[in-house]
Nanobody
Framework: QVQLEESGGGSVQAGGSLRLSCAAS?????MGWFRQVSGKEREGVAT????????YYADSMKGRFSISRDNAKNTIYLEMNSLKPEDTAMYYC????????????????????WGQGTQVTVSS
């Protein structure tokens, strides 16, 4: 069983930045960030192949968000810049280990392991 623990959420004004962290209990090849607003479906933000360092972003997230990893700590990060009120959501860390090793699939259905989430609130 993989355990994921997020941290770094909080409240920020529009235009500000936040950095989320997610520590995994083991080394796992695909990790990513998703977000969810109450009443809406969970949407993918970014994923990363932790060994190769390849990163993938949802089209709407490109440019302002950056995913990275520290393999020594089994930890990934999400750097969020130029935040907007519409970025307000619960942000979740997720992980999986596909046989194919492909980490570009950003549907939540592919990820069996989830953290508890960390709230990000952006005020105007």
């Amino acid at each position: 069983q993989v355990q994921l623990e997020e941290s770094g959420g909080g409240s920020v004004q529009a235009g500000g930045s936040l950095r989320l962290s997610c520590a995994a209990s083991i080394d796992i090849v695909c990790m990513g960030w998703f977000r969810q607003v109450s009443g809406k479906e969970r949407e993918g933000v970014a994923t990363i192949h932790t060994s190769a360092g390849r990163t993938y972003y949802a089209d709407s997230m490109k440019g302002r968000f950056s995913i990275s990893r520290d393999n020594a700590k089994n930890t990934i990060y999400l750097e969020m810049n130029s935040l907007k009120p519409e970025d307000t959501a619960m942000y979740y860390c997720a992980a999986h280990a596909p046989v194919s090793g492909a980490c570009y699939l950003m549907s939540s259905t592919y990820f069996p392991y989830w953290g508890q989430g960390t709230q990000v609130t952006v005020s105007s």
